[in-house]
């Protein structure tokens, strides 16, 4: 379970890449996965174009996207923010039950292992 977690999360954000200019700090959305796969992805500061695509890739999972909305809060596990490599901006993917995590520590040392920085719920 949790490496198709890990997968989903890399087809979703790496579909996006290409355009350069970032929107400083902006707030792009998000994507929601927690029917599936017990997560929630929220990105910022996405190029012009990387936002549109990403909502684009995040439809074709089966997942929901807002250009608006975070992930609810209600029955987070943990965060874990990175740097997305695969397209511009930040990626914050908030796991939930069902995500394969169990514990903020589990989330924390999945999260750390990737580089990342840990979000509280």
Do not use: H
Not at 28 to 46: M, P, T, V
Not at 75 to 85: A, E, H, K, M
Request: with cysteine; aromatic share 8%.
């Amino acid at each position: 379970m949790m490496l198709r977690v890990v997968v989903l999360v890399g087809v979703v954000a790496c579909l996006a890449c290409g355009d350069s200019g970032t929107i400083g700090g902006a707030y792009s959305g998000s994507c929601d996965l927690r029917a599936s796969f017990g997560l929630c992805n929220e990105y910022d500061s996405q190029a012009p174009g990387d936002a549109g695509r990403l909502a684009s890739d995040c439809a074709t999972v089966g997942a929901s996207w807002s250009d608006t909305a975070r992930c609810p809060r209600a029955g987070i596990i943990g965060g874990c923010r990175l740097p997305d490599s695969a397209v511009s901006g930040n990626l914050t993917a908030w796991y939930y039950p069902g995500s394969g995590y169990s514990t903020a520590d589990d989330v924390r040392a999945y999260c750390e292992s990737k580089g990342g920085t840990f979000q509280s719920p």
